[in-house]
């Protein structure tokens, strides 16, 4: 199901829902925990409200309904609503298991960390927060493009602190994919740990990799190794990051 295509007719259709008199009896049980008939009236453009209104329809049983409603959650998101966009993606991930549309959420809660984390506007809670949001998306499908995305726009702002935090952790789960491999390698000045990195691409791990099979992939692999082999040994400078990779 679309998302563009359900976002125009969702507050229709919610409507819908709001006058169907077998989810709005008394005795239903969804009615039972939520006053959904006055919640709709007044909280349509509430992302919380509305995930939460998604999952009393998944657990109803209204699979396609509750689809419908964390699309439009999803879509009333702002900035800082990292957390909500997360939840629409862990949905569509465990529940429909739509790669599209969990990746298309888990990028947008990725982009919504990273602003946070790029910024000094926000408590230092919800900076923590955003930062343990940005390694559990990193750490979703490696060699998929959220783990990209999030290095890059670390990278990008030169939160080399972050960054590092993000390594260490992908690299402690063993979850690191190119883009990760690759960051660490060329800045490995500022990120450090330059022999675990060495070890890492020195053992098993460019082998195992999915896209061992490709040539120029294993040619970047390979000059990456040998750019931090001399970087650990003292033969590179230690001013720059490699033009090579």
Known sequence: ????????????????????SEIMNIEHPLYEEFDLKSQLITNTERPEF???????????????????????????????????????GEYFHNIKEDTQQSHEHFLAS??????????????SEIIRNAMEKL???????????????????LVKSKRWRELREVIIYLHSES???????????????????????LDLISSGWVESNQLSGDDEWMLVMKNAKEYVQSFVLGGAKKGGASAEL
């Open 110 to 123: 990725a982009n919504s960390a990273l602003n946070i984390v790029d910024s000094d506007s926000f408590p």
């Open 50 to 88: 509305l995930m939460q209104l998604g999952a009393y329809m998944q657990r109803g049983g209204w699979t396609e309904t509750a689809e419908v409603i964390i699309n439009i959650a999803a879509s009333y998101c702002k900035d800082k609503d990292f957390e909500i966009l997360y939840s629409a």
């Open 135 to 153: 390694k559990i998306v990193a750490g979703l499908v490696p060699e998929r493009g959220e783990q990209g995305v999030i290095v890059q726009g």
């Open 175 to 197: 979850l690191l994919g190119t883009s990760a491999v690759l960051a660490w390698a060329r800045y490995v000045k500022d990120i450090g740990k330059g022999k675990e990195l």
């Open 1 to 20: 199901m679309a998302v563009a295509k359900d976002l125009d007719s969702g507050l229709e259709g919610m409507a819908i829902i709001a006058q169907d």
